[in-house]
Each structure stands twice: as C-alpha cells, then as structure tokens.
C-alpha cells in the first residue's frame, strides 16, 4: 500500500525566509513521488515529481525536493519565501509504477508573513 | 491552449438527488481521472477513465458512476446524495504514454448538499 505522511498542517514563515514543508512516504515499491500546491479558488497545479532519476528535483518557481529512501522522506524546500506561495501543498505518491491514480497527503498550508 | 475545464462551478443539491458534473480534458490528453476533496482534506481518487472504460476505481460506492465520450470528455455522476458528499469534485486529465504519467487538474466543481 502507499500513502503520505504531512509532518505539519501548518506553516508559517516571514517572507524571503527558507521553506521547509516535510513529507514521510510508505511504499512496497520504489515510488513516483510530486509535490503539488493549490491557491484558493484555483486548481492544483504540480510543483515537479521525482521519478527514479537524479535525488534532486527541480521545479517551478524556485522550489525543489530531495528523495531519501533511507528516510523514506520527500520534504520541499524553497530557499526564499515570497507572498504569492501562501497556499497549499500536497506531497502525492502514484499508486504504482507508471499508475495514474494518485495517493494525497492532507496538506500544509504555507502562511508567508510580510 | 484550454487546460482542463469543469461544469458547474458550484451546485446545490437535495439529500437523495441524483447530480451530474463534466469535464473536458487538456487538449491531446485521452485519460480522465476523478479525485474528491473534502473540506481540509487531501483529494480521493474516485476512478479513472480511459478509452470510454473505467480502468481503476478508488474506495467509493457504487452511487458514484462515470462515463467517457470519444472525445474524451467525461461525466461524474452521484445517485442519492448524502450530506456527506458535499466536497470539492476535481477532474484531472493526462496522457497514457509509458512512464510516469503527469496529471493536470480543473479548478473543480464545488457541491454542496443540504
């Protein structure tokens, strides 16, 4: 079975400050693993996905994750926060390799302070 | 180029009516999957469809059915709606090629049941 576990339902930091959302996975397989962010009244937009290449992934808006399989770990980090990524992130795992059903975390909400 | 819409934007329903909600996927996108999002919570897979069949269902009841056109549009469908139902309902679309399949998601219809 694979599921997401969202450390924290809520975080919050001062603009221009490093973001730490934290995401533990379990999986009986090597996993497919993406982070996606929803701002209110707008659909879910996906942030960037690991997919057994490099540890490291890069995606939009300056954000980027690192898989750790010996953590089991997928937290997304930003160096400098700005005001428009308050929102919500979900750390999402697929069901199976090359599945197209997704498994949801519950969410962080990012608050940025000014 | 649209990316995937939905219809309606909300809707406001009867407990024990039956309601229809559509999808049009992202244009070159033959795969509809939809997700429920309840309130401060991560979305649920419902099913997936492709080629005008349900492929993989998630852990719902039979009241929830589906349908793809071959256009592939889709509808969602809910027969004797609980209260419990109300939610936000995503449609996602994407392609069915080898690998790992991105997912693009529609802002959502928003239904409520009284």
């Known amino acids: 079975a694979q599921s997401v576990t969202q450390l924290d339902s809520h975080v919050s930091v001062s603009e221009g400050t490093p973001v730490l959302l934290r995401c533990n996975y379990s999986?009986?397989?090597?996993?497919?693993l993406f982070w996606y962010v929803q701002h209110p009244n707008k659909g879910l937009q996906l942030l960037l996905k690991y997919t057994s290449a490099a540890t490291l992934v890069k995606g939009i808006n300056g954000f980027e994750a690192e898989f750790k399989k010996s953590e089991t770990s997928f937290h997304l980090t930003k160096p400098s926060a700005h005001m428009s990524d308050a929102a919500e992130y979900f750390c999402v795992v697929s069901s199976a390799r090359g599945a197209n059903n997704l498994f949801f975390g519950t969410g962080t909400r990012l608050t940025v302070i000014p | 180029d649209a990316g995937v819409t939905q219809s309606p934007t909300h809707l406001i329903k009867t407990r024990g009516q039956q309601v229809t909600l559509r999808c049009s996927p992202k244009?070159?996108?033959?795969?509809v999957s939809w997700y429920q999002q309840a309130l401060g919570q991560g979305p649920q897979f419902i099913f997936q469809y492709y080629e005008e069949e349900e492929r993989q269902r998630g852990n719902f009841p039979d009241r929830f059915s589906g349908h793809q056109f071959p256009n592939y549009s889709s509808e969602l469908n809910v027969n004797a709606l609980l209260l419990g139902d109300s939610a936000l309902y995503l449609c996602?679309?994407?392609?069915?090629?080898?690998?790992?399949?991105?997912?693009?998601f529609g802002p959502g219809t928003r239904l409520t049941v009284t």
């Open positions: 999986s009986s397989y090597s996993p497919s």
């Open positions: 244009s070159g996108h033959d795969t």
């Open positions: 996602a679309s994407s392609l069915r090629l080898a690998g790992i399949y991105e997912q693009y």
